[in-house]
Every structure is written in structure tokens, then in C-alpha cells.
């Protein structure tokens, strides 16, 4: 499988022969995992391996090195596919898509970010052996727009063996808590990039107040109807200053929601665990805690909450995010904003609890305090929900199935002989690659 969007490296016939054998064919498997210590990698390595397969652990770091060692694994391990999280691993040269090419390895990367900032200056990776599911049914478009073939919805999930906890019994410490970045800190760094032009100030307030009532508008639509409005005449951006700008006006936007969705809770007892960024907007009595760490801390802190409250990113027009699945998880109550895919993932009556409006939290929450029964029955169905249905496992089922699916008709392909079971042996491969790429 080759296109002229991915020009293979000409390798030796030996070692193409090596490299071609069935793949995706029986009910387990080998996967390659670039390794990054990236967050929800973890999960999937222990989702892969709780579906049966084999992971190959390919160390992202030294980055120089990177090549040779996955050529290394995929002599060794004879894999059937490549898996990452938000296209680690690729390059802006394309090596690593010249190199799937050659040896006709499926990869699949999950995006769980914005791919429009990740591939910038990336179009030598759009190839049809690499599948890109996503997190944001948004950036569907974008991704086939860039040039892949096979692009899919695939939402975040929960890690039972993390986050699972069982019913609070009593045990609540905090009545109100966020856990989250301030954007004050990602707001400042991205200002910075932009580069500067006349009423830029005025045009990043009034486009984000666009974006705030309009989460589903392109930020970039939105500053050019507000530069019109305003009569403030937008410069000439390269693709990368116009997605510095976008950048920027998603992160205030988060920002200013924050901001008055604390602020709408200056009566309550409400803790923040987080950045330093929020001593310059928290209300006057919040208390602010240091981060917590993921996987050791943030469980218990989430099920000794009795509202935890879930301010999602402008990032995500209709996502949801982690915390909607790991806080009922823990045996926590999620007092959430309203998100489009809430209703695809959950029966959004009995088993979530969202608000539309900043101005809606005080009521809301003096509710859910008053009435621990309530919550507990919509934490529970929400967590029963998340064991049944949407769990790490459940998304690499998915994940495989697609594979399958979509590379697997390709892989009868002719057996090869036994591969060398020594380093001296992968090494006269790996030079075979060199001398003919």
C-alpha cells in the first residue's frame, strides 16, 4: 500500500520480504507503542494488554535514535500495528511515515489535542496506513482535509484500576473543588508568539466573548467578523501565526469562563487545586492548593469532594473531557457543563449533573449539597455507566475492530522466513536500510 503522499524508503529485497507477513489476522496481536510517558499512554498499554495483545514498548527519547530502534522492534516482534497518542513519534521530514510505508505497518494515532496545532508543518505524514481517531468530533473534517483516509469519532475514557472507588460513606472533606489549570501562565506564553499589530487587545476581548457564546465557531471565523466589526484590520498571517492567534483566543476565552464560574461561587466554600495563575482571579475566600499528581492523589481527592465541579476547555466545542469519567469513577459527584457528547455517552437525566450558564452554579450547588442522596444516585449510575461502557479497554476494542477493518483485507501477504534472534542480525538489516534510504 503506497501513495505519492508517502513515498516509501527503498529497502533491499530481503529485508521487504522480511517485513511482509500477515497482519490483524487472528484474535490477538502485537502492537509497537511509542513511549513518551504521555498522559493516557498508561491506559492504553494496560487496555492492550487486558484485549490479549502483546505490547512492544518503543521509547520515544532519544528522538535521534527513535527510527532505529522501531525498525529494531518490527524485525523482532513481527508487529501487526503502531500505536500512539497525538502523532508521537512523527516527524516534519516524514521519516517515520516513509518508513510504515516501506515495511507496510499500520499505525494508528490517537489524537487527544487539537491536531490542527500538532500537525502544523506536518503534510508528509497524511498516509493511508496511518488511522487517526479523535477525540472532538470537530476536528474530523480537518483531519480528511489534511489527507487521512481513515479518520473516526473515538471519545476519552476511564481507567477502573486507577479511579476506581467505592461509595463515600461519610468521608467528604471538601465541599466544593476545581482541579485544573488557571490559563493564566498559557495565556501569557501564547500572547507572547503573536505578533503584534493595532487593536490586537481590543480584537482578543471581543473574540473571545464571541467564543464564549459560540464554542462551535471556528476562533478564526470569529476574530475576522470581529475585526470587521470593529474596524480593526487583521495582518497578513503564515499558517502557523494564524493558529497562534487561534491559540490564543481558545485559551482566553477558557480563561474568562474560569474566571466567572468561580467568581459565581464567592459564597460558597470552594477549593481550587492548582497553578499559582489563580490567586490573581479566585475569589477572595477560596482556598488554593498545590497541583495533585494524576494517578496518586487526584482518586481520593475527587471521591472526598462532595462537588466537583468540571469547567470544560473552549478547545473542545462538543468533547468531554477526563474528569467526566474519572470523577464518578472515584465515587465522586460531577456537577459538569453541558457538553454535546454527554448525551452520546450517558442517559444525561439519571446519570450526569450539567449547568449552561456560569449563573447557575450557586443554585446548583447548594442543591447537591443539601441533597447527598441525589448525588451519590448520580454518581453511581455514572460510574456504573463508565465500568459497562466506556473504560480504556472499551475505546482499543474500538480501536482494533477499526484496524482491522481497514488493514486487515491487506494483510495476506506471502510468510517470510525466520527472522534473526540476535542483535548482529538486526543490525545488518538496519544497515540494509540505510545504504538504500
Known amino acids: 500500500m503506497t501513495d505519492e503522499r508517502t513515498p516509501a524508503i527503498e529497502l533491499s529485497p530481503q529485508l521487504r520480504e522480511r517485513c511482509r507477513y500477515p497482519r490483524l489476522r487472528g484474535d490477538t496481536g502485537v502492537v509497537l507503542m511509542v513511549d513518551a510517558g504521555y498522559f493516557i499512554q498508561r491506559e492504553c498499554f494496560r487496555a492492550f494488554q487486558q484485549c490479549g495483545w502483546r505490547t512492544v514498548p518503543v521509547p520515544l527519547a532519544p528522538p535521534d535514535q527513535f527510527i532505529e530502534r522501531l525498525l529494531t522492534a518490527a524485525v523482532f516482534h513481527r508487529p501487526d500495528i503502531l500505536f500512539t497518542v497525538n502523532h508521537l513519534g512523527f516527524d516534519q521530514e516524514g521519516a517515520l511515515t516513509r518508513l510504515l510505508t516501506s515495511v507496510e505497518l499500520p499505525c494508528v494515532s490517537w489524537f487527544v489535542d487539537s491536531p490542527a496545532y500538532i500537525l502544523l508543518d506536518h503534510h508528509l505524514n497524511a498516509s ?40 463515600r460513606d461519610g468521608d467528604v472533606q471538601y465541599r466544593v473543588g476545581f482541579v485544573g489549570d488557571s490559563m493564566v501562565a498559557a495565556v501569557d506564553k501564547w500572547r507572547r508568539l503573536c505578533r503584534p499589530f493595532p487593536g490586537i487587545e481590543r480584537l482578543i476581548a471581543g473574540a473571545a466573548e464571541k467564543l464564549l457564546q459560540h464554542r462551535h465557531r471556528d476562533p478564526i471565523s470569529l476574530a475576522r467578523d470581529t475585526s470587521q466589526e470593529m474596524n480593526i484590520p487583521l495582518p497578513d498571517w503564515t499558517p502557523e501565526e494564524t493558529l497562534v492567534f487561534s491559540s490564543v483566543l481558545v485559551l482566553e476565552a477558557t480563561l474568562i469562563y474560569r474566571q466567572r464560574a468561580t467568581a459565581a461561587l464567592s459564597e460558597t466554600e470552594l477549593d481550587l487545586f492548582g497553578d499559582q495563575g489563580w490567586r490573581g482571579y479566585m475569589p477572595p475566600d477560596a482556598q488554593l492548593h498545590r497541583p495533585v499528581d494524576y494517578y496518586s492523589e487526584l482518586p481520593e481527592l475527587y471521591h472526598s469532594t462532595a462537588v466537583n465541579l468540571n469547567l470544560t476547555s473552549l478547545q473542545m466545542p462538543t468533547a468531554v473531557n477526563q474528569r467526566v469519567f474519572d470523577v464518578p469513577l472515584a465515587g465522586g459527584f460531577l456537577l459538569t457543563d453541558r457538553q454535546d457528547d454527554l448525551e452520546l455517552l450517558f442517559d444525561a437525566p439519571s446519570e450526569t449533573a450539567t449547568f449552561t450558564d456560569p449563573e447557575e452554579l450557586p443554585e446548583l450547588v447548594s442543591y447537591y449539597l443539601s441533597h447527598e442522596t441525589r448525588r451519590l444516585q448520580i454518581a453511581r449510575r455514572a460510574a456504573s455507566r463508565v465500568c459497562a461502557e466506556h473504560t480504556y479497554r472499551h475505546r482499543i ?9 481497514a488493514f486487515g483485507a491487506e494483510g495476506a501477504r506471502t510468510g517470510i522466513a525466520d527472522l534473526p534472534n540476535n542483535s548482529v542480525g538486526a543490525r545488518s538489516l538496519l544497515l540494509s536500510l540505510r545504504k538504500q534510504g
Do not use: C
Request: net charge negative.
Open 397 to 405: 476494542d474500538t480501536i482494533i475492530g477499526q484496524a482491522r477493518r
Open 128 to 167: 493511508p496506513l496511518v488511522m487517526t481517531p479523535v477525540w472532538e468530533r470537530e476536528y474530523e473534517r480537518f483531519l480528511m482535509g489534511f489527507g487521512f483516509d481513515n479518520v473516526f469519532h473515538l471519545p476519552l475514557a476511564g481507567d477502573p484500576e486507577v479511579f476506581l472507588r467505592s461509595g
